[in-house]
């Protein structure tokens, strides 16, 4: 006889399935919500909405250890959460400078139309 477990994490109840919904870029550097030094001007790393996170201390919540792929017009990247967005809305992403230069030009500044999911 063979079971299955499954580990769920709290608030990851639909974090698996894909959200539609829209992406802006910051350029911040510092100490990140997941309790790494980042920086947002040159790294590839994404801040996700305060609404992801379930634990009260962001630098040890699940989320921190896990990634984003991000995927717009056709193009679609991966990176890591290494931060969190509090004004964001569920579905909103906000990514690195260079991240969001990869799927789209800075000057849009807010692009709706994105599809994501958690990874890993």
Do not use: E
């Not at 990851?12 to 350029?27: H, L, P």
């Not at 980042?38 to 305060?50: D, G, S």
């Not at 969190?84 to 709706?112: I, Q």
């Amino acid at each position: 006889m063979s079971a299955l477990v499954v580990f769920l994490f709290p608030g990851f109840g639909t974090a698996s399935a894909a959200q539609n919904g829209n992406m802006t870029w910051y350029d911040d550097s510092g100490y990140g919500a997941c309790g790494t030094q980042i920086n947002a001007k040159t790294q590839m790393l994404v801040a996700v909405p305060k609404s992801w996170f379930t634990n009260s201390n962001p630098n040890k919540d699940p989320i921190c250890k896990k990634s984003v792929r991000v995927t717009y017009k056709g193009k679609t990247i991966t990176v890591p959460v290494r931060d969190m967005c509090p004004s964001c809305a569920r579905t909103h992403l906000d990514l690195s400078k260079p991240a969001f230069g990869a799927l789209a030009n800075h000057d849009l500044g807010n692009v709706s139309g994105v599809t994501w999911d958690f990874v890993g």
